[in-house]
């Protein structure tokens, strides 16, 4: 954090912090220095005291620093997958009590168990450990996908939200009598289907907040705007300028986003403004 209280951005120089470990059961500094999470600090710290895991903990066992490998420590490492294993069944029991259409992650979690109770097809340990950390990859795309599951559906209203939004700005500005269309119909329908369902759901309000945009904004100007494609959108489309001026606003939008994750590129927008004040001062 910085000394106003910004949080800084996401690049490499403002995220990375170096961490040093040693002691007893660490791998030597001979061997290739090994990239973890901040969250794979608790269940680290966990097992050098000899704790159980934390139960919110998300963190990974960062068993490549970790030596030697025998059986205490992959035993630690299998009580980490089942500790994960658990937030993943609770996500899934929340979505799927809650979700009318639900399409489980596929973990095969018994046929692993059942490998490490029989232990039968491995060669070593180093097998074991390979095999666990493998599966505790699966369990981090699970928690994923149940975490993301609806993030696809609230992108698209966002995106729908935003753009009916500017209709009925366009509208508002000029409004203009439009005919009541039956694709328009359609339309406002399927908006407050799509609020109905995502309200019976249950979804946060947050989630619930765009769909209702969505039908606020699709009632008032889905009719102007079908029409105006219709008149003059069909026409626009095929012009070169149309084009031009959409990928100068995407670029623009780029420009405008990505210094969020790369602060250098703000150096490219100061730089313009610096001209533009310059060019202003002397005309």
């Known amino acids: 954090m910085t000394d106003w209280g910004s949080h800084g951005a996401g690049d490499d120089t403002e995220t990375l912090t170096p961490l040093l470990v040693w002691g007893s059961g660490i791998r030597s500094s001979r061997h290739t220095n090994v990239h973890i999470e901040?969250?794979?600090?608790?269940?680290?710290?966990?097992?050098?005291?000899?704790?159980?895991?934390?139960?919110n903990s998300v963190?990974?066992?960062?068993?490549?620093?970790?030596?030697?490998?025998?059986?205490?420590?992959?035993q630690g490492y299998l009580q980490n997958a089942r500790q994960l294993l658990e937030q993943v069944h609770?996500?899934?029991?929340?979505?799927?009590?809650?979700?009318?259409?639900?399409?489980?992650?596929?973990?095969?979690?018994?046929?692993?168990?059942?490998?490490m109770r029989t232990v039968e097809g491995y060669m070593n340990l180093y097998q074991i450990r390979d095999d666990i950390k493998d599966f505790m990859h699966r369990i981090a795309l699970a928690s994923h996908y149940y975490h993301t599951y609806r993030r696809f559906l609230l992108s698209i209203l966002i995106i729908i939200g935003f753009l009916t939004t500017l209709c009925t700005i366009f509208y508002q500005l000029?409004?203009?009598?439009?005919?009541?269309?039956?694709?328009?119909?359609?339309?406002?329908?399927?908006?407050?289907?799509?609020?109905?369902?995502l309200l019976i759901e249950q979804s946060p309000w947050t989630y619930l907040l765009y769909p209702g945009l969505v039908c606020l904004h699709t009632w008032l100007s889905?009719?102007?705007?079908?029409?105006?494609?219709?008149?003059?959108g069909s026409k626009q489309i095929k012009s070169?300028?149309?084009w031009l001026n959409l990928l100068m606003i995407g670029i623009f939008l780029q420009t405008y986003i990505l210094?969020?994750?790369?602060r250098?590129?703000?150096?490219?927008?100061?730089?313009?403004?610096?001209?533009d004040a310059i060019r202003r001062w002397q005309g």
Not at 59 to 74: A, S
Not at 100 to 114: A, D, H, R, T, V
Not at 266 to 272: D, E
């Open 240 to 242: 070169f300028s149309f």
């Open 174 to 197: 000029n409004p203009i009598k439009t005919s009541s269309l039956s694709i328009g119909l359609l339309c406002k329908i399927f908006s407050i289907l799509i609020f109905i369902l």
């Open 59 to 74: 963190g990974h066992l960062p068993i490549d620093y970790l030596f030697p490998v025998d059986e205490d420590l992959l």
């Open 90 to 115: 609770k996500q899934h029991d929340i979505l799927k009590k809650r979700l009318f259409i639900f399409k489980s992650f596929q973990l095969n979690e018994e046929k692993f168990f059942e490998r």
């Open 222 to 232: 889905i009719d102007y705007a079908i029409d105006w494609i219709r008149e003059k």
């Open 38 to 55: 901040q969250a794979d600090l608790c269940p680290l710290m966990s097992y050098f005291i000899g704790l159980d895991y934390s139960i």
């Open 264 to 275: 250098w590129m703000m150096s490219i927008g100061i730089f313009l403004l610096f001209i």
């Open 259 to 262: 210094p969020f994750f790369h």
